[in-house]
């Protein structure tokens, strides 16, 4: 083998090992573990990859996985909405004024440090067991985590940027879209990542104590059915909607909004 080809396999092997190739491999080893282990053990606690998707398939056509599916997900983003804009205006608040800071931090770090299953029970107690208790309780478990993180960002503006802004007479807008927001886009990036990986798990508690559809309630009822093919049906499903968004939605977003900084000088 000549240099030329010892060099040629390097970079095709790089190109694998940075291309989508390594992640499907990932999954079909996963898929491979899970039926020979479904194989091992021929129990109905633990079914084949076959008899789930095949589950997946009969609902998605026949049945109300889709239509719970999209409950869920409604629930989800009116939750992080609500999250993202609370939390976004109380940090960069309290990150831009000290003494408002001094006087909510207290109430952050209990609402931090809050279970969210307190929320969430707390939630349907005063308020009911309807829909925007639901979203509420969602809501208030990831303000906190916002607001920390977008007052750590307020904090890091710099002030050089500031006054050039103020030099060149920007207008309030442009000052926001062009000095404030590009400093702000990686603190936006995080609550927003740290946000839905959260409130995904949230929404699906908050289905299970007190709503009659969703994900989250299909899941307690076929646990109390003792229906595992249906259990990991629905959680298979809720994995590749979580999966669709981030590699679909979430990346391609962020992307895009930090291409800016790959830009030539």
């Known amino acids: 083998m000549t240099v030329i080809d010892a060099r040629h396999d390097a970079v095709w092997g790089m190109r694998i090992l940075r291309g989508p190739f390594i992640s499907v491999l990932s999954v079909g080893g996963f898929l491979l573990i899970w039926f020979i282990a479904a194989e091992i053990a021929q129990s109905r606690l633990l079914p084949g990859p076959g008899a789930v998707l095949e589950y997946i398939y009969r609902e998605s ?3 109300d996985l889709l239509t719970e599916l999209g409950i869920t997900l409604w629930r989800v983003a009116a939750s992080f909405a609500v999250a993202m804009l609370i939390g976004s205006v109380i940090g960069l608040a309290m990150g831009q004024m000290p003494a408002l800071d001094r006087a909510l931090d207290p109430w952050l770090i209990v609402f931090l440090n809050l279970p969210a299953l307190v929320i969430i029970i707390l939630a349907y ?6 829909e925007a208790a639901a979203i509420g309780a969602v809501a208030l478990n990831k303000i906190p985590n916002v607001v920390v993180t977008l007052r750590e960002g307020a904090r890091a503006l710099d002030p050089g940027l500031d006054e050039m802004a103020r030099a060149y007479r920007l207008s309030p807008l442009s000052k926001l879209r062009n000095v404030t927001l590009p400093q702000l886009q990686p603190y936006f990036a995080a609550a927003s990542r740290s946000g839905i990986s959260l409130i995904w798990k949230i929404v699906l508690v908050v289905e299970l104590l007190g709503r009659p559809n969703g994900v989250g309630f299909e899941l307690h009822l076929n646990f109390q059915l003792f229906n595992v093919t249906a ?3 629905y959680t ?8 669709a968004i981030e590699y679909l939605l979430v990346q391609p977003i962020e992307r895009h909004s930090t291409r800016w900084r790959n830009k030539p000088v």
């Open 61 to 63: 056509v026949y049945g």
């Open 125 to 130: 107690v005063w308020f009911g067991l309807n």
């Open 231 to 233: 259990i990991l049906g």
């Open 236 to 243: 298979l499903a809720f994995v590749a909607v979580m999966l």
